[in-house]
C-alpha cells in the first residue's frame, strides 16, 4: 500500500467523522442496540427499523473517536436496504479486511474498504468495528426476541 492510498483512506474517514450519516432521530424502530468500547471510551446507540425483512432505516449516535464514528456512519450508508443475511455477510467481510484476511469478492464495500486501513493500527480495530458487533448483536436478539443488552467488546 502506498501513501497516497493511506490519506485516501484518511480522508474518507475523516468525512463521515465530520459528516456521520446516521446521525438522526428514528421514533418507529424494530432494533435498538448499544455498544461500548472500553479501551477508548466509544459509546453507540443505535436504532433499526426493519420491512419485508430488509433494513428500511437506521439511526446511529455515537460518541468517540473518529474511526469508531466513521465506521457507524459507513455501516448506516451500508446496509439501507439489505436484507438481514446480507448486512451479516458485510459484517464478516468487514472482520476479515480488518484481521487482515481476504474479503468476500461478490460485495460491493464503497467507502468501507477506507477500514481496511485501520488494521495496521491494531488498538483501533476494536473502534472500527464496535457499530458491526452492536449491530449484529441487536439483530440476533430481535431475531431471538430478545430484549438487547448493553454490548461491550471487552
Ligand atoms: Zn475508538
Same mark, same amino acid.
Given at each position: 500500500?502506498?501513501?497516497? *492510498? !493511506?490519506?485516501?483512506? =484518511? ?5 463521515? /467523522?465530520? /459528516? ?6 428514528? #421514533? +418507529?424502530? #424494530? @432494533? ?15 436504532? @433499526?427499523?426493519?420491512?419485508? %425483512? ?6 446511529? #449516535?455515537?460518541? %468517540? ?11 448506516? !450508508?451500508?446496509? =439501507? %436496504?439489505? &436484507? @438481514? +443475511? ?19 469478492? !461478490? ?7 477506507? *477500514? ?6 491494531? @488498538?483501533?480495530?476494536?473502534?472500527? *468495528?464496535? &457499530? ?11 431475531? %431471538? ?10
Amino acid at each position: 500500500m502506498n501513501e497516497n *492510498l !493511506d490519506s485516501l483512506y =484518511r480522508d474518507i474517514i475523516m468525512e463521515h /467523522y465530520k /459528516y456521520p450519516r446516521g446521525k438522526k432521530k428514528l #421514533d +418507529d424502530f #424494530d @432494533v435498538t442496540s448499544e455498544g461500548k468500547n472500553p479501551v477508548c471510551g466509544d459509546e453507540i446507540e443505535m436504532k @433499526v427499523k426493519l420491512k419485508d %425483512g430488509k433494513i428500511e432505516d437506521i439511526s446511529i #449516535d455515537c460518541l %468517540g473517536c473518529a474511526i469508531s464514528v466513521a465506521s457507524g456512519s459507513m455501516l448506516a !450508508d451500508a446496509i =439501507r %436496504g439489505k &436484507s @438481514v +443475511d446480507e448486512v451479516k455477510r458485510i459484517a464478516s467481510t468487514i472482520k476479515a479486511i480488518l484481521k487482515g484476511e481476504k474479503p468476500d469478492e !461478490d460485495l460491493e464495500l464503497g467507502d468501507l474498504e477506507a *477500514l481496511e486501513g485501520v488494521k495496521k493500527f491494531p @488498538v483501533r480495530i476494536k473502534c472500527a *468495528l464496535l &457499530s458491526w458487533t452492536t449491530l449484529i448483536e441487536g439483530l440476533k436478539n430481535w431475531e %431471538g426476541g430478545k430484549k438487547s443488552e448493553v454490548i461491550s467488546t471487552e
